[in-house]
């Protein structure tokens, strides 16, 4: 009997985000009686009063997997188990597209969204991880990190050679929400002299004595903050709350908090560039494009062989499978005494302890 698997994004775009809707849709499509419907613009597609749908056939999923973002559009505000009457309108879109499964592409947002839509009106969920911030749990790495941290690179080291030209602070604020696994790897990646990570509260003395040191030495110092850190004591810095969100809380800006506690007492010209959204568009790298066909295509078979629940997961270089409930609303943290932050202090990196 022929399955009709919808196929969402959900929560933040993220580069690899088409090749996993790529390796899903070719991957059922080859495998025979199966049709595959494209749902748009995440859980939204589902909350209106008729669904909103891309049927996709082989040639609408044909020469996307190295493209940036995602043909289906996605929302990071959709929140289908809102209330009652949101919740019988996506069970009856649900029952009109005959739907026998969704595969849902997104973070630990969209994991516990899919997990409690099972839950309330028995749609059948196969979860695929995706995000920019790598902190998905039980999954060592989601695709559009290594895409993230290699633009944040690039722009670190571009500040670096302005930075020493006018010898000066500079500070390069990147995503990750409250997990610091980009701010930790691109810090690395560019040579940063200061990596500041939301699970190391900072001391803004610590961080001054360091940039105070160089600017006799080498006379200019990059710093690297994740958006979640924050001074000991202190708070982490929002930059706007987003009515009815799963998630309704947006980071941003403690790159100029920072300046503000190192300014003043700093000779150097304290400067503050915030990565923003530039971390998540673009064409995602070829490690990025096989890492989501693989797990694109390992979703399509947990669909056939009905194996719901499960969201694809990496572990040890390994693709398999966990169960969505370990995954929603969880998040991957870098724990302070990993192998990454121990080195980096190690050849002399400033954490800001
Ligand atoms: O989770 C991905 C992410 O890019 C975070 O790193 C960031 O805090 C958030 O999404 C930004 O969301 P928005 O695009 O809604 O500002």
């Known amino acids: 009997m022929t399955q009709r698997v919808g196929v969402l994004t959900g929560g933040g775009d993220c580069p690899g985000l088409n090749a996993v809707i790529r390796a899903v849709a070719k991957s059922l499509i080859r495998h025979g009686q199966c049709e595959v419907i494209g749902i748009l613009d995440g859980f939204e597609g589902l909350m209106g009063e008729a669904p909103r ?9 044909s020469g996307i997997a190295h493209v940036g973002g995602t043909i289906l559009g ?9 209330d009652a009457q949101t919740l019988a309108r996506v069970a009856r879109n649900v029952r009109a597209l005959a739907l026998d499964a969704v595969v849902a592409i997104g973070g630990d947002g969209t994991m516990s969204l ?17 995000t920019i911030d790598n902190d998905i749990a039980h999954c060592e790495r989601s695709f559009g990190f290594d895409t993230a941290v290699a633009t944040a690179t690039e722009a670190l080291r571009r500040i670096e050679s302005t930075a020493s030209s006018h010898h000066r602070v500079m500070i390069v604020e990147t995503m990750g929400r409250h997990a610091g696994w980009l701010a930790l790897e691109s810090g690395i990646a560019a040579a940063a002299d200061v990596i500041l990570l939301p699970e190391i509260d900072y001391d803004v003395d610590a961080v001054l004595a360091h940039c105070q040191a160089r600017e006799q030495r080498q006379r200019y110092t990059v710093i690297c903050i994740g958006e979640g850190a924050k001074a000991r ?4 810095t929002e ?17 100029h908090v920072l300046r503000a506690q190192l300014q003043p007492r700093l000779q150097s010209e304290v400067r503050t560039t915030v990565l923003g959204h530039v971390q998540r568009g673009g ?20 669909v056939i062989q009905r194996r719901h629940g499960r969201m694809v997961t990496l572990q040890r270089g390994r693709i398999h499978s966990v169960a969505m409930s370990d995954v929603a609303n969880v998040q991957r943290t870098v724990p302070p005494r990993h192998e990454l932050v121990v080195m980096a202090r190690d ?6 302890e």
């Open 283 to 302: 064409d995602p790298t070829p490690f990025d494009r096989v890492l989501a066909t693989r797990f694109g295509h390992y979703a399509a078979k947990l």
């Open 239 to 255: 930059r706007e709350r987003v009515a009815h969100s799963p998630d309704p809380v947006r980071l941003g800006g403690v790159g």
């Open 233 to 236: 004591g202190g708070q982490m």
């Open 74 to 82: 996605t929302s990071n505000s959709a929140n289908p188990l809102r």
């Open 114 to 130: 899919a997990h409690g839509l099972a839950g309330a009106i028995g749609l059948p969920c196969v979860g695929v991880p995706k």
């Open 347 to 352: 050849i002399g990196v400033c954490l800001g």
């Open 53 to 61: 749908v891309l049927p996709l056939d082989w040639l609408r999923v």
